[in-house]
């Protein structure tokens, strides 16, 4: 199959994604540049089902497609990719630990907050939201919430 020629509609459906990915792939250099026909259709062969198959558990992984563009040039140059991952690994993972100390003293903020409200809330009246904003302002801003506001943002995604 590997000398097949597979239009953007048959690898989107045996990779898994939609074409206008492939497309988006295609201009970022994730892909190679397909073949064109004479007519102008694009051609790809099935080396490019496994780039394509690897995108999606790499960005659940952490991995940005920026940074899968210069994995996959590696990998498609003959150099061995591996070091380079296994430290943007070692990096993901020590954000990841900072973004979790992070959202564990947040949580922890928004509980004391939440404590101090019960009794607040019982005294206020309908007008007197402000005050109780007030107290949020001690609630640290970390670049994990800042993360958080932009899926919240964007319905969740990223």
Not at 43 to 52: G, H, N
Not at 74 to 100: A, F, H, N, W
Not at 130 to 139: A, G, I, K, S, T
Request: aromatic share 8%; hydrophobic share 35%.
């Amino acid at each position: 199959m590997s000398s097949q020629k597979l239009t953007v509609s048959q690898l989107a459906r045996i990779a898994g994604v939609g074409p206008d990915s492939i497309r988006h792939y295609e201009r970022i250099g994730l892909v190679p540049r397909a073949e064109r026909s004479p007519a102008g259709y694009r051609f790809w062969t099935a080396r490019e089902v496994q780039y394509l198959k690897w995108v999606a558990p790499a960005k659940r992984a952490g991995f940005t497609l920026h940074e899968l563009v210069e994995i996959f040039r590696m990998y498609r140059e003959g150099s061995p990719p591996c070091r380079t991952v296994r430290d943007l690994l070692k990096q993901k993972l020590s954000d990841l630990d900072r973004q979790i100390d992070d959202l564990s003293t947040l949580r922890t903020k928004l509980r004391q907050v939440l404590l101090r409200w019960k009794g607040r809330l019982r005294r206020a009246s309908s007008g007197d939201f402000v005050p109780l904003f007030d107290e949020l302002y001690d609630v640290p801003i970390t670049q994990s919430t800042a993360v958080l506001k932009r899926k919240n943002r964007k319905g969740g995604k990223q």
